[in-house]
């Protein structure tokens, strides 16, 4: 059974730092690996897809990595901004649906 | 111009009660699907169907019954609520055609309370 784990649960950084975000999953046989962020009281919204066959994707101030036969993936935040205090949450795809880690909660301070 | 839409957004009901929840794509996509994130903020998957039809149904209880009238929308219908439904529910779709991966784009979600 797919196990998807979110280190550490929750973040405070000043503004500016770069900071990285950890998921691990016990079964590497995915198909991908999404990251995606949440803010309070709002959905889901997707920020990277990596597919098993990728080792990073990126976007903008975001890239994520995936090393798959350690059961790994980070997501790089640079530069970080207020604006990017959410839960960010992990989720891999494999022959069951997306299972979801339990998040980390980023905060940002001005 | 809302990609995924779901009524209401609220919805706060009496222990014994039906109740359903409206989800609406306007994607496009062929495969929706219906999550739960429950008080600890932990989301899993509930339902999923491709064009109308159910491909997954993670164990959850028959009290929950999807419907697909068509492939742009995924009710969820709940009878005799219990304390334990609540939580917030979210909808989500995704595409089926190749080189899109399985980028999931969800709703905002209907936080159910059941007093």
């Known amino acids: 059974k797919q196990e998807v784990t979110q280190i550490p649960a929750a973040l405070s950084v000043p503004e500016g730092e770069n900071l990285v975000l950890n998921c691990s999953f016990t079964?590497?046989?995915?198909?991908?690996l999404q990251w995606f962020r949440q803010d309070p009281g709002k959905g889901l919204t997707s920020l990277l897809l990596?597919?098993?066959?990728?080792r990073e994707q990126t976007s903008g101030r975001l890239n994520a990595s995936l090393d798959k036969s350690s059961g790994r993936s980070t997501l790089y935040i640079a530069a970080s901004q207020p604006g990017d205090s959410a839960t960010y949450l992990c989720?891999?795809?494999?022959?069951?649906?997306?299972?979801f880690g339990k998040g980390t909660r980023l905060s940002v301070i001005a | 111009d809302t990609a995924v839409s779901q009524t209401p957004k609220y919805l706060v009901t009496q222990m014994g009660n039906d109740k359903s929840i409206k989800c609406e794509q306007n994607?496009?996509?062929?495969?929706m699907y219906w999550y739960k994130q429950d008080s600890k903020k932990f989301l899993k998957i509930m339902f999923s169907?491709?064009?109308?039809?159910?491909?997954i149904n993670e164990t959850v209880p028959n009290r929950f019954s999807p419907k697909s009238p068509d492939k742009a929308h995924l009710n969820l219908h709940i009878n005799s609520l219990e304390l334990g439904d609540s939580a917030v529910y979210f909808c989500?779709?995704?595409?089926?055609?190749?080189?899109?991966?399985?980028?999931?784009?969800f709703g905002p979600g209907t936080r159910l309370t059941v007093l």
């Open positions: 989500a779709s995704s595409p089926r055609t190749s080189g899109s991966g399985d980028t999931q784009y």
């Open positions: 079964d590497s046989a995915i198909y991908n």
């Open positions: 994607l496009g996509h062929d495969t």
């Open positions: 169907y491709n064009n109308k039809e159910l491909i």
């Open positions: 989720a891999v795809r494999g022959n069951t649906p997306l299972v």
């Open positions: 990596i597919q098993s066959s990728q």
